[in-house]
């Protein structure tokens, strides 16, 4: 996928950071995202520092 996108010109996929109100409601039920686990993962490695920048 990498490859792809390199040859597009294209930057690397950025996944919005999960919401609070997404995380609450995951604790209820599994969210209906096939990419969840990785933007959870990624929220916890690269924290939001600035949200309103």
């Known amino acids: 996928m990498r ?3 390199t040859a597009e ?3 690397p ?3 919005p950071a999960p ?3 997404e995380l609450v409601a995951a604790l209820v039920s599994a969210p209906d995202d096939p990419w969840w686990e990785t ?3 990624h929220a ?3 924290p ?3 949200r309103g920048a």
């Open 3 to 5: 490859g792809a996108r």
């Open 19 to 21: 919401t609070k109100r």
């Open 13 to 15: 996929l950025v996944l």
């Open 48 to 50: 939001v520092r600035n």
């Open 9 to 11: 010109g294209l930057g």
């Open 39 to 41: 933007r959870v993962l």
């Open 44 to 46: 916890k490695l690269f």
